[in-house]
């Protein structure tokens, strides 16, 4: 016998935290790997030599034109490097 469970009672989905993190790993002799936070508006860079900083306050739309960037490490060294 099958009972139907009133809709304030049915389990509400579990977001994860994964899903606020994008990854990016560009075609980049200098730049390994670029994670961005949606939610803390937090970009981290780890470089080829194992390196990584963290970028706090770093707006999206900039993560975003760094991935499409042609050459990232040269976005990096002209962009963004001292600013953030």
Not at 64 to 77: F, I, L, T, V
Request: hydrophobic share 35%; net charge neutral; glycine share 4%.
């Amino acid at each position: 016998m099958s009972r139907t469970v009133p809709y304030w009672r049915k389990p509400k989905p579990v977001l994860h935290r994964a899903d606020a993190i994008e990854r990016h790993y560009p075609a980049s002799s200098a730049i390994a790997a670029l994670t961005y936070d949606d939610e803390s508006k937090t970009c981290w860079v780890t470089f080829t030599d194992g390196a990584s900083v963290e970028l706090s306050d770093f707006p999206q739309i900039e993560f975003e034109r760094w991935q499409a960037a042609a050459s990232p490490g040269a976005y990096w060294n002209h962009h963004l490097r001292g600013r953030y």
